[in-house]
């Protein structure tokens, strides 16, 4: 009986990580910021003080493409040690780190390039 249990536990535990879904993996893009658009800020000073969307282009195969993000309250969005808000990235060369939730783009952390 023992045995049965955990040769079930265990094939649970190997189903659910093969099949762990690719929102997971964090992948980075970098690219200039051509769009921002806002849904909420806490002009507070603090880290990811800002929510809404970022619109990036990046050069990709020798073409440009734009790539959106969601751009959720609390993600940081630094240059260096400083604290930059959304609005402020326009133009900007950014490194987004981000997840893929089924077809949106989640921003975990952007940095601003130097």
């Given at each position: 009986?023992?045995?049965?249990?955990?040769?079930?536990?265990?094939?649970m535990a190997?189903?659910t990580?093969?099949?762990?879904?690719?929102?997971?993996?964090q992948?980075?893009i970098?690219?200039?910021?051509?769009?921002t658009?806002?849904?909420?800020?806490?002009?507070d000073g603090?880290?990811?003080?800002?929510?809404?969307?970022?619109?990036?282009?990046?050069?990709?195969?020798?073409?440009?493409?734009?790539v959106?993000?969601?751009v959720?309250?609390?993600?940081?969005i630094?240059?260096?040690?400083?604290?930059v808000?959304?609005?402020?990235?326009?133009?900007?060369?950014?490194?987004?780190?981000?997840?893929?939730?089924?077809?949106e783009?989640?921003?975990?952390a952007i940095?601003?390039?130097?």
């Amino acid at each position: 009986m023992k045995r049965a249990v955990y040769f079930g536990l265990l094939a649970m535990a190997l189903h659910t990580a093969l099949h762990t879904p690719a929102a997971i993996a964090q992948e980075k893009i970098e690219g200039k910021v051509v769009g921002t658009k806002l849904t909420h800020c806490a002009m507070d000073g603090k880290i990811g003080g800002c929510a809404g969307t970022l619109t990036l282009q990046r050069s990709r195969d020798g073409r440009n493409e734009e790539v959106t993000f969601d751009v959720p309250l609390g993600t940081p969005i630094t240059q260096g040690r400083d604290v930059v808000y959304l609005p402020a990235l326009r133009g900007k060369t950014v490194v987004v780190t981000h997840t893929v939730n089924k077809t949106e783009r989640v921003a975990k952390a952007i940095e601003v390039a130097r």
